[in-house]
């Protein structure tokens, strides 16, 4: 179910709910990024609609998996953005809950279970206003975007240079 990579990056999301779809509109900011070489090149950056069995598939064989999906937190601000880091002998659970009915929670459970969680998850919960039918995000999340995007990318070169730092 998805190709061994180092460094995973996946945007959970439905892009026909609103702010649900926003891990995907990051992903499609990173893509652009990666094509300019802003991102190492064993960097996988993938969409998923959050169901477990794929976002396991996803992050297996990665060494860091950064995950971007929005939350319902209450009370909420719309545009908020929750970093969690789960390292495989340290998890816990996030204030913030998935907008999907299953999802991420349920994939880290039944990964670490399996023994198939990545060295390093780092998730990104970004709270929604609107999760209705419908396209495109509300301002307040639309304005999180960027500065989200600029986030993983650090996210990625910190690891890679602290593996670097490591490795000598």
Known sequence: MGSPARIAVIGVGNEF?????????????????ARSGALPPDTVVEACDGDPAR??????????AVVVDAAHAHPGTAGRIHRIQLDAERLGHPSATSSHGLGLGEAVDLARVLGR??????????????????????????DVVEPLADAVEDEILRYRAAQAGGER
């Open 17 to 33: 709910r609103r702010d649900d779809g926003v891990g995907r509109v990051v992903c499609a900011r990173l893509l652009e990024r």
């Open 55 to 64: 976002l396991m598939g996803l992050w297996e064989g990665a060494r860091l």
């Open 117 to 142: 969680l990545p060295e390093r998850l780092v998730v990104y919960a970004v709270e929604g206003a609107d999760g209705s039918l419908g396209t495109g995000l509300t301002p307040a999340v639309a």
